[in-house]
């Protein structure tokens, strides 16, 4: 069964500063792995993904995130935070690309001016 | 890119009747679609799994009479929340797999926040 364990359900990092979201999954095959973004009051929207290749993938909004397949971990990071991403993120897994995403629990962001 | 859309975003009904929730996808076809409940400040609970021309498939836990889902087409699902009552109050999030792509990305609706008097 696959999982997704998301450290820290809020984080808050000051303007400018490096922003640092933890996942670790679990998963008997070989994993597509998700970050989505989630503002108030609106659905998900995807930042980036991982399904197989270069293992350091960049994603919309300066965002970027490692697979480490030893570590069984896929950390977004962003060099400088800004106000703007503040919001709710999610990690998530698949079984390939026709499985059911399974979801962290969510991690907010605040950023402090 | 791909956009899946819900309708509407709020509703407010009253105890006892149902409400309808549509979930598009505007520029691609879905041949599967997902409805997915949040509580506030939790994760997304996937509540059935919906494809097109067949019934839905729900995890359990997920009363089937309670809310019904029908694909009845490539591009629409509906979920209809039958004889709402409060604890039905929710976040309601679908999305939409994009069936020619083989990236297993969701695209996700807006989202519908259903409150139940």
């Known amino acids: 069964a696959q999982s997704v364990t998301q450290l820290g359900s809020h984080v808050s990092v000051s303007e400018g500063a490096l922003v640092l979201l933890r996942c670790n999954y679990s998963?008997?095959?070989?994993?597509?792995l998700f970050w989505y973004v989630q503002y108030p009051n609106q659905g998900l929207q995807l930042l980036l993904k991982?399904?197989?290749?270069?293992?350091l993938v960049k994603g919309i909004n300066g965002f970027e995130a490692e697979f480490k397949k030893s570590e069984t971990s896929f950390h977004l990071t962003k060099p400088s935070a800004h106000m703007s991403d503040a919001a709710e993120y999610f990690c998530?897994?698949?079984?390939?690309?026709?499985?059911?995403?399974?979801f962290g629990k969510g991690t907010k962001l605040s950023v402090k001016p | 890119g791909a956009v899946v859309s819900q309708h509407p975003s709020r509703v407010i009904c009253k105890s006892g009747t149902s409400v309808k929730i549509e979930c598009r996808s505007l520029d691609f076809q879905a041949t599967t679609m997902f409805w997915y409940r949040q509580f506030p400040k939790q994760s997304l609970m996937l509540m059935a799994t919906?494809?097109?021309?067949?019934?839905?498939?729900?995890e359990q836990g997920v009363e089937k009479d309670k809310f019904l889902i029908n694909h009845a087409s490539l591009t629409l699902s509906t979920l209809t929340v039958t004889s709402a009552h409060p604890e039905d109050s929710s976040f309601y999030i679908c999305?939409?797999?994009?069936?020619?792509?083989?990236?297993?990305?969701?695209?996700f609706g807006e989202g519908s926040r259903l409150t139940v008097l």
């Open positions: 919906s494809n097109e021309g067949s019934k839905a498939t729900y």
């Open positions: 998530a897994v698949s079984e390939g690309s026709q499985g059911n995403l399974i």
């Open positions: 998963s008997s095959v070989p994993p597509y």
């Open positions: 999305s939409a797999r994009f069936s020619r792509r083989n990236t297993g990305e969701l695209f």
């Open positions: 991982y399904t197989t290749g270069a293992t």
